[in-house]
Structure formats: structure tokens, C-alpha cells
Nanobody, 118 residues
Framework: QVQLVESGGGLVQAGGSLRLSCAASGRTVSNYAMGWFRQAPGKEREFVSR????????TYADSVKGRFSISRDVAKNTVYLQMNSLKPEDTAVYYC???????????WGQGTQVTVSS
């Protein structure tokens, strides 16, 4: 079983950047496909980005494509989400998650708040 802890959130002005980190323990991130999700107040949780188990395939929601970049450092057992050109509508709690072999996101972190001011 893997445990996940997100960090790196904060308050930033529109157009700014943040890098979120998701530190894993218990098992290595290379055992899982890893994803980032977000939930804004009053809204459903939504998919943001995913990196495959091999690390070779990345996918993004249309709303963040070209602005966000997911990566991982297996040696540090950490997954990152680089967020550039942030917009107020990116404001949300961001969660990282690990998917099991059935591609179900079974393991979740506690989330980190990102607030983008206009």
C-alpha cells in the first residue's frame, strides 16, 4: 500500500506558477499510474493529469493542456505537477492519487490548496 502526501500549494496571482509535489511512501511510484485531480468549492472533483506506470505516457485535461506538466522522480519517489499561466478558475484543492492494476485510483493524498487571485 502506498501513502501519498501533497505539498506546494499556496496563493499566487493570475499568470503565475506553482509546482505541486506528491511524495509517496510504502511503495514506489513506478508501481502505479499516478494522477492529479482537483476539486473547487461547490464542484465535483475533476481529472487534471496522469502519468503512466512506465512514466512514458502523460495525459491532461483540456482545461490545463499546454499550461500544466506532470512528471515524476523515481529516485525521490515523488510526482510533480508544474502549473504555469495560472488562472483564477484553477483555484481548487489538488489531490494526487495512485491507480491500481485495474486502473482504479485507490490511494489518495490529503490535498493541497491552490488559490489564484485575479
Amino acid at each position: 500500500q502506498v501513502q501519498l502526501v501533497e505539498s506546494g500549494g499556496g496563493l499566487v496571482q493570475a499568470g503565475g506558477s506553482l509546482r505541486l509535489s506528491c511524495a509517496a511512501s510504502g511503495r514506489t511510484v513506478s508501481n502505479y499510474a499516478m494522477g492529479w485531480f482537483r476539486q473547487a468549492p461547490g464542484k465535483e472533483r475533476e481529472f487534471v493529469s496522469r502519468i503512466s506506470r512506465s512514466g512514458g505516457i502523460t495525459t491532461y485535461a483540456d482545461s490545463v493542456k499546454g499550461r500544466f506538466s506532470i512528471s515524476r522522480d523515481v529516485a525521490k519517489n515523488t510526482v510533480y505537477l508544474q502549473m504555469n499561466s495560472l488562472k483564477p478558475e484553477d483555484t481548487a484543492v489538488y489531490y494526487c492519487a495512485a491507480a491500481n492494476v485495474a486502473a482504479e485510483y485507490s490511494y489518495w493524498g490529503q490535498g493541497t490548496q491552490v488559490t489564484v487571485s485575479s
